[in-house]
């Protein structure tokens, strides 16, 4: 109490005068080109203004001060682009101001800001991300991993027609959660790691743990005076996670170096357990493998060191789990809650693919309809409602003068709404996927950074790398769940004579579903014998 009561009190005799010295200063250099906002309280700025979820909060507020307003959260002076044409300025026009992607502290302890996510733009994040390209999320890259992914989604469909045969239900949003994180497990450190198997509830944990702690407030990032007090107990928390992450990732590391030896012994091959080829294996070098040969490379451009190749492993287990998890969750939710929707997708299914055999991804680009589920989801449903920018040179967007290191919020929640254009934004219609975009000669709108009325991933060089992997992903997987199995959602809430999900939404730095999906699922084929190998 007597800590609190001090730091008040040096909080009022000091950072209030300095404050008003520090606007004084940004009035006068930048004061009537900065965008509008609303008045600040002191210390606090307005922090009282943002709600638990973030977007829903800068989206009222624009309403009233306009697509492109100022705020001030502590000490950390903000913009918001809450608009397609106005993003477009920050994400096209003035780009290279924009390029930084600030990182927390918590984000900065985890990852040491060496990943792709978060690491500064320059000559090491092209190496990175050229790096992540061409092994892991570039398309072509994606598509050497598909049969994998297409047995775990059979592994998949068949627990669940195993649920369906007792009648019991499926938390679908855990169980999509584990899904999508054994393919990434496995994407990244393989099939035959003897260190992984039992453990992808250990590391589903552990990437829950990493993306909450993301998304935590932290006094720290906003309160120039309190980065040293870890007034939250953050820093400990923290510490405990990385513990576990090295713990986790070094056992796993240490056997990849061992079969690596064997294998060098044994005259090369990629080999399995111990350095013996089984059946099972693929002839496709997981990410790991291709971390440490270029970590053990001489003449590589860059050196990644082992704190490097721990870094980018945690951020793609974490980054690609959530991301097609919570999109498949909504996915199905939006499906569920649209009989008509769900009929019209199975009709496509049954005729594009027929009843004799297990739809994959291979089938989606002949599934425009399902194609245009997905992306009306995303739409509606970003997995990242809000994302960060830094300016690092000033720059003019429209009349405004935006100061150098202004952080950026960019509402792709509110910019994926505009009714400017989108018809009933709110409403959960495919087909607007499929009709021509007017205002434009390339024909319907897309997904994938093009077109800034949906920005689903973002635009630009910093659009989100996990984008091919949710869109060659997801078709197959929803498509898989509509054609095998009809669905009674278990915990909704009743509309006449059905249940039906609420689509509330979770307080967190991904954007998910309030409620955990519940069904029991119903097999439409008896026996499946399409799920057979």
Not at 233 to 248: P, Q, S, V
Request: glycine share 6%; with cysteine; proline share 5%.
């Amino acid at each position: 109490m007597a800590l609190l009561v001090e730091l008040l009190f040096f909080t009022l005799l000091v950072f209030v005068p300095l404050r008003a010295i520090i606007n004084l200063i940004i009035k006068h250099k930048y004061g009537h080109h900065l965008p509008p906002g609303p008045i600040a309280l002191p210390i606090i700025g307005h922090f009282h203004l943002l709600g638990p979820l973030k977007h829903r909060s800068l989206y009222k507020l624009s309403l009233r001060y306009g697509p492109l307003f100022s705020l001030r959260l502590g000490s950390v002076r903000a913009v918001v682009a809450n608009t397609g044409d106005v993003a477009k300025q920050f994400l096209k026009t003035n780009e290279f101001s924009f390029l930084h992607r600030p990182a927390t502290i918590g984000i900065t302890l985890v990852t040491n800001n060496v990943a792709l996510t978060f690491a500064p733009y320059g000559p090491y994040w092209k190496f990175v991300k050229k790096l992540t390209m061409t092994e892991l999320l570039g398309t072509r890259s994606v598509n050497k991993f598909i049969s994998l992914r297409a047995r775990q989604c059979r592994r998949f469909f068949r627990f669940l027609a195993q649920k369906s045969e007792l009648r019991e239900p499926v938390n679908l949003s855990e169980e999509l959660s584990k899904l999508t994180n054994t393919i990434m497990m496995q994407m990244v450190l393989g099939t035959q790691s003897a260190s992984i198997e039992g453990r992808v509830e250990e590391a589903r944990i552990l990437t829950r743990d990493v993306t909450n702690i993301f998304g935590e407030f932290n006094l720290a990032d906003h309160f120039w005076i309190c980065k040293k007090l870890d007034l939250q107990g953050f820093e400990k928390r923290i510490d405990n996670i990385l513990a576990r992450i090295d713990k986790f990732l070094e056992v796993i590391i240490v056997e990849r170096e061992e079969q690596r030896r064997l294998r060098n012994i044994n005259g090369g091959g990629r080999g399995g357990r111990n350095g013996v080829v089984t059946d099972e294996d693929e002839d496709v070098k997981d990410f790991l493998d291709f971390l440490l040969d270029v970590s053990e490379d001489e003449n590589a451009e860059i050196k990644l060191t082992r704190t490097h190749v721990k870094s980018f492993v945690m951020e793609y287990f974490t980054a690609g789990t959530d991301s097609t998890a919570t999109a498949a969750d909504w996915t199905i939710g939006e499906i569920l809650n649209h009989p008509k929707v769900l009929e019209k997708a199975r009709e496509e299914i049954d005729r594009v693919v027929g009843k004799n055999h297990l739809v994959g991804e291979s089938d989606g680009p002949n599934l425009p309809y399902i194609q245009a589920i997905i992306k009306e989801t995303l739409r509606l449903h970003p997995p990242f409602p809000v994302v960060n920018r830094k300016c690092v040179e000033a720059c003019k967007i429209d009349k405004y003068m935006i100061p150098e290191n202004t952080m950026l919020f960019l509402n792709l929640w509110a910019i994926n709404r505009d009714p400017n254009f989108w018809e009933n934004p709110s409403e959960f219609r495919p087909e607007r996927f499929l009709e021509p975009n007017e205002g434009d000669k390339m024909g319907p709108i897309d997904i994938k950074g093009q077109h800034f009325q949906a920005l689903p991933f973002g635009s630009g060089r910093r659009i989100c790398p996990g984008k091919n992997l949710v869109l060659q992903m997801l078709p197959g997987l929803v498509a898989g769940m509509i054609q095998c199995f009809d669905w009674k959602v278990v915990n909704g809430k009743m509309d006449g004579n059905d249940s039906v999900m609420e689509m509330d939404e979770r307080q967190g730095m991904t954007l998910s579903s309030a409620r955990d999906l519940v069904c029991v699922p119903v097999a439409r084929f008896s026996p499946l014998t399409i799920l057979d190998p």
